[in-house]
């Protein structure tokens, strides 16, 4: 399998790590680290260097709670950084749901589109909707994630019923709705979206049953990095835990949840702590070669 994008086809035989990219001060764990074009391109080049195969840059924060972005602010965040990181030779992903703003990154040299929104965007008098967008691009790639609600509802009133099942039905049908315009399924990729509108309980359930996203024929992408129901499980407070101890005292978690997703099938893990997730990775994958040897 692979994953075709603008400029890059992505083996998925094997997991790929997604270097997280924060052009944000207001993101969950790390907002405001990369306030500078200087400082965002660094990380950038610190990710790759730590092992990153593919870049994911973000503009505005997606946290519960969040307040809208827009497009004008989200683009002067995000073009001067996604401008240097095109240069870098990987793929680059732009963590965004506007329509306006993923036309601009795609015309910017961008690979891959990764919504929080699976592309339900609609048209607007000066631009085409989310879907059109994509589609009309003759190759990028895009993720579709499940989202429950909106970012500044969905924990308010998370998902209630069988999750899987949801999540499941929501990810075909928004991936068929795209094939139908011209999308060639190698070009998505789909993510069942774990803390978007889901309990702890829930996103567990996710982890552990994630096989289950697998006869969809699509690549998964799974995003588990210091989210707060890795905070639930260890006790730090959760989604009320300090900034600093979300980034210092999840990362064990966060490397434990990306090699289990990836166990569970999944093709590419979205990772803030790419050197320790890419070691981990890489003990998991000598141990299945041993294994597959007999």
Same mark, same amino acid.
């Given at each position: ?33 990369? *306030? ?9 080049? +610190? ?12 503009? &505005?924060?997606?946290?519960?709670? %969040?307040?809208?972005? =827009?497009?004008? $602010? ?18 680059? =992903? ?8 993923? +036309? *601009? ?12 929104? /699976? ?15 994509? /589609? ?11 989202? #429950? ?10 998902? $209630? ?14 991936? &068929? ?27 567990? #359930?996710?982890?552990?049953? $994630? +096989? ?34 979300? %980034? ?21 893990? +979205?990772?803030?702590?790419?050197? &320790?997730?890419?070691? /981990? ?11 597959? &040897?007999?």
């Amino acid at each position: 399998m692979y994953w075709q994008t603008s400029r890059f086809q992505i083996d998925l035989t094997r997991p790929r790590v997604m270097g997280i990219v924060n052009i944000t001060p207001d993101s969950f764990s790390d907002g405001g680290l990369n *306030a500078t074009t200087r400082d965002a391109v660094a990380c950038c080049e +610190r990710l790759l260097a730590d092992g990153a195969h593919m870049l994911d840059l973000g503009a &505005e924060s997606t946290r519960p709670g %969040a307040p809208p972005l =827009s497009r004008q $602010q989200e683009l002067a965040r995000l073009l001067p950084v996604l401008c240097e990181a095109v240069k870098l030779g990987v793929p680059v =992903s732009v963590d965004t749901y506007k329509p306006a703003v993923m +036309r *601009a990154a795609l015309d910017s040299g961008a690979d891959i589109i990764n919504d929080i929104w /699976a592309l339900r965007q609609p048209a607007t008098p000066d631009c085409p909707s989310a879907q059109t967008v994509v /589609a009309q691009h003759p190759q990028c790639g895009v993720c579709l994630m499940h989202m #429950h609600r909106d970012p500044q509802t969905m924990q308010v009133r998370p998902m $209630q019923g069988d999750v899987l099942s949801q999540v499941v039905e929501f990810l075909q049908q928004q991936s &068929e709705y795209l094939q139908a315009l011209g999308v060639e399924k190698s070009r998505i990729v789909v993510d069942p979206g774990i803390g978007f509108g889901k309990s702890p309980e829930q996103n567990l #359930h996710l982890l552990a049953h $994630q +096989r289950d996203l697998l006869p969809l024929g699509l690549g998964v992408l799974a995003g588990w990095s210091r989210k707060s129901t890795l905070g639930h499980i260890i006790g730090d407070g959760g989604a009320a835990a300090p900034r600093q101890l979300v %980034a210092e005292g999840r990362l064990i978690p966060s490397v434990v949840a990306a090699v289990m997703a990836a166990q569970q099938g999944a093709h590419v893990v +979205r990772v803030h702590d790419v050197r &320790e997730t890419c070691q /981990a990775l890489a003990v998991w994958q000598a141990v299945e070669s041993q294994r597959a &040897e007999g």
